[in-house]
């Protein structure tokens, strides 16, 4: 078996054993097939990347072909325990009304995003003038998938609005490692972020 | 015709029949007393029967899926594409079967055999069969084959409703279920497309309801009009316009009737080939089979109730421009199965072909399909034959 990620080693420790799970956006499948084969846990991923989807066929897991643009109706109410969204909450269309669809569907959801309030970000905008990239944001303004960005703080504000609690946070650079030193200011240090969230 | 095999054809095949002697009692109540099944193999089943593939034919197929009867074959059988060495459906791994369906007119008992009761060719007293009589005596077959448990059924369109109808029938018999541009029912669309199709055979003057062979003729001119409407409707819009545009055969109009757009001799030709290999009331017969076909009924129209009995696991694929068989109904099932808490993984392909995808050697399609073919063979504990 080879190593997860780095952000996937931190959200495999969030699933409990045994458990359903969703995986919104799950790229190879690489999750899947760990929870699968180490924790049996049992669940679809959705994708709709060609090659991806393939490739979790490929892996021995679930793989539904489907936008998650078009919504999650689909799937019932409470019917999974954890839903789980990496790296895609920033490129559909309505991310608030996603996060309330993860929580309909899964008692819990684990959401992780990058923070577009990192310190280069933010002196990127304010010296160059210019929508920011990075190697995390590679795009331009004009062709980028990432449609709504959000910094931490905004992140957790609609949170609040939505009376979604936040049961736990982890705070990584673009490489997904913890360092202490980024527990200092995480709004401004931290790149991405894994956010575990439920109903209140 | 080939000149040479092809290195990853299963090359030459003889069909085989059995006969059975059990009645088979059918859905309409009827009892076929005896009938022949007519069937080919390809690859070798293995010491423990753990490698078998059953393939479900759609509504004009027959039992020849792979392979040439003889070196004067013009084309292979009608999915080849996806059975041989090598290819998705891989017989160095897998022992395959495809069979010719009851009421057929490739060689299993249909309206073209002699009814034994009366002497005579049954023609339209052929008992009209349901999709469950054809996965019951699938069933038998896999039984005289010795094959307990099947690796995988696998179907399309058609084919598509008997590997649904096995996983809930016999859920025990089948690891893997293949479910390809098919739907868990028939729309409304959909029936009156077939009863289009029935009405213009059973208007042929030469139809003599169904006893067409009694006076020696065939109704081929409603045959014509049946398959080029079906013919058509597995065809998109695109594929049309990409094939033949609005491209005359002359260079100019002549202002007649007679066939001038080349789309219009495309149809005419592909009606007249069926009429002349196909069998009337066999078309009449498959037809209602489709119409019929509604697992979730006795469920109070509940299909997650219904696949709740299924125990394998699935695949189902589905292609953007298929309207017969549109990629949302492939998501009724998908969704049920969903809901019914069941292994699947879903596909819907981006193909410009309608309904015909299923048949054509389109890269993403055989890719999916090939992975999860893989993927039978490692869950089903066979080696060899793979990269």
């Known amino acids: 078996m080879t190593a997860l990620r780095a952000d996937l080693a931190i959200i495999q420790k969030w699933v409990k054993p045994g458990s359903q799970v969703l995986d919104l956006g799950c790229g190879e499948g ?123 703080r905004d992140f957790e504000i609609l949170c609040h609005e939505k009376g979604i609690r936040i049961l736990n946070r982890t705070v990584m650079d673009d490489q997904h490692q913890q360092h202490w030193s980024i527990g200092l200011w995480p709004g401004m240090l931290g790149e991405i972020a894994v956010y575990h969230i439920t109903r209140r | 015709m080939p000149d040479v095999i092809p290195e990853n054809s299963v090359g030459l095949v003889t069909p085989k029949t059995h006969h059975f002697d059990e009645p088979l009692t059918l859905r309409s109540g009827r009892v076929l007393k005896e009938y022949d099944l007519v069937y080919e193999t390809y690859g070798e089943l293995n010491a423990d029967r753990s490698n078998a593939i059953l393939i479900c034919h759609a509504l004009s197929g027959d039992h020849h899926a792979a392979g040439y009867h003889s070196m004067d074959e013009k084309k292979p059988g009608w999915w080849d594409t996806c059975i041989g ?130 006076h020696n003729t065939l109704p081929k001119a409603g045959l014509m009009q049946a398959r080029m409407l079906g013919h058509l409707t597995y065809l998109s819009d695109d594929a049309m316009k990409q094939k033949f545009g609005r491209e005359l055969r002359a260079e100019e109009f002549n202002f007649s009737f007679a066939p001038e757009f080349q789309v219009e001799s495309y149809l005419h030709y592909q009606g007249e080939k069926f009429s002349t290999r196909f069998d009337a009331n066999t078309y009449m017969l498959m037809t209602k089979a489709l119409d019929y076909f509604d697992p979730a009924a006795a469920y109070g129209d509940d299909l997650v109730a219904c696949l709740s009995n299924a125990q394998c696991r699935f695949l189902v694929v589905s292609f953007t421009t298929d309207w017969r068989f549109a990629p949302e109904r492939s998501e009724e099932i998908v969704n049920a199965l969903v809901h019914a808490d069941k292994d699947v993984s879903y596909a819907c392909i981006e193909s410009t072909s309608g309904h015909d995808a299923f048949l054509l050697p389109i890269p993403r399609y055989l890719d999916v399909f090939k992975a999860y073919m893989d993927g039978v063979a490692d869950r089903c504990g066979l080696s060899g034959g793979q990269s």
Not at chain 1, 39 to 58: D, F, M, Q, S
Not at chain 1, 114 to 142: A, H, I, Q
Not at chain 2, 151 to 165: K, T
């Open chain 1, 30 to 152: 690489q999750l899947l097939k760990y929870l699968q084969e180490e924790k049996n846990v049992r669940g679809y991923g959705l994708e709709i990347n060609p090659e991806k989807l393939t490739a979790c066929i490929r892996n021995g897991v679930n793989v539904i072909e489907q936008n998650l643009d078009n919504g999650l109706g689909n799937f019932a109410d409470n019917s999974s325990d954890t839903v789980i969204m990496t790296q895609a909450l920033q490129a559909v269309k309505r991310p608030d009304e996603l996060l309330d669809e993860m929580l309909r569907i899964g008692k819990e959801a684990i959401v992780t995003f990058p923070n577009f309030g990192y310190w280069k970000t933010r002196f990127y905008l304010l010296l160059k003038g210019r929508m920011p990239m990075s190697d995390t944001l590679p795009y331009n303004w004009y062709d980028t998938p990432n449609i709504h960005m959000c910094t931490f």
């Open chain 2, 85 to 214: 060495p090598g290819k998705v459906i891989d017989t160095n791994v897998f022992y395959v079967v495809s069979l010719n369906n009851l009421g057929g007119c490739s060689g299993s008992t249909g309206p073209t055999s002699i009814n034994p009761e009366t002497g005579k060719v049954y023609g339209p007293e052929f008992p009209i069969c349901a999709v469950r009589d054809w996965v019951n005596s699938q069933a038998r077959l896999a039984d005289v084959l010795g094959i307990d448990v099947w690796a995988a059924v696998v179907g399309g369109s058609l084919g598509g409703m008997q590997v649904l109808r096995w996983s809930i029938q016999f859920p025990e018999r089948l690891k893997h279920a293949v479910v390809i541009a098919s739907a868990p029912k028939l729309s409304a669309q959909n029936i009156a497309f077939n009863e289009v199709a029935r009405q213009a055979i059973a208007k042929d003057p030469d139809f003599h309801d169904g006893w067409y062979h009694e």
